[in-house]
């Protein structure tokens, strides 16, 4: 039984015994389903994994964590969310041939929470984050390596109208790479609101391609 519920699409080019991998994290509300629309659009040597978070959410789809009233989040929610993404990780890497150096993460909104958590305390497993409509939420029980991004670059995408989590949030986690980390940071806005357009669909594979 695997820790977390997934899709698996194969590369559609291999090029050797091992392949790279994308790790797609959707946001609240949405499923394993949700990321895979971009499929057509990415890299053809990448594996794709889009996990389903692990709680449902009353409205419908899932969830990797609740909020309170204050938009705080559950502890708890967040820290299993966490470590079953990571016992995740082990278990596709010792059962698909994924080449370890060369692991991506793609967040949107609350999956891009969740990227922020994974790649900021163990940067050492992975090649590049895509981080989508989302902000870094920081939690009292994980420990950041801002100093430790030099391999872990990032690419931030938001929307000006996004009425969801606002533009500010975003620059704000921009910001907070500049003074603290020594990652490689791309951020960009866009004329959109919490989604993912076209334009910014391009510059994610732009940056992915010349990071594979």
């Given amino acids: 039984m695997p820790s977390l519920i ?8 291999v090029t050797a015994k091992q392949s790279p991998a994308l790790i797609l994290l959707h946001g609240r ?15 053809e040597r990448l594996m794709l994994f889009s996990v389903r978070a692990p709680y449902p959410f009353p409205f419908g789809g899932f969830a ?5 009233e204050q938009g705080n989040a ?3 929610m967040f820290m299993e969310s966490y470590n079953r993404l990571f016992a995740f990780l082990d278990e596709i890497t010792t059962t698909h041939a994924i080449d370890t150096k060369k692991i991506f993460l793609m967040g949107f909104s609350m999956g891009t929470i ?7 305390t163990k940067p050492e ?3 590049g984050v895509i981080v989508q409509s989302g ?7 994980l420990e950041l390596k801002w100093n430790e991004l030099q391999h872990c670059p990032f690419i931030i995408t938001h929307g000006i109208q996004d009425t969801i989590i606002p533009v500010t949030w975003a620059q704000k986690t921009r910001d907070m790479f500049a003074a603290r980390s020594n990652a490689e940071v791309v951020y960009k806005e866009y004329q959109m609101g919490h989604q993912i357009s076209d334009a910014s669909v391009a510059s994610v594979m732009e940056w992915l391609e010349k990071k594979l």
């Fill in 6 to 13: 997934y899709k698996f699409l194969p590369p559609r080019t």
């Fill in 29 to 43: 509300g949405a499923d394993e389903n949700d990321l895979l629309g971009l499929a057509p659009e990415l890299d």
């Fill in 64 to 68: 990797w964590f609740d909020l309170d």
């Fill in 74 to 76: 559950d502890p708890k």
């Fill in 114 to 120: 969740m990227a922020y958590a994974m790649a900021l």
């Fill in 125 to 127: 497993r992975f090649a």
């Fill in 135 to 141: 902000f870094l939420r920081e939690i009292p029980e």
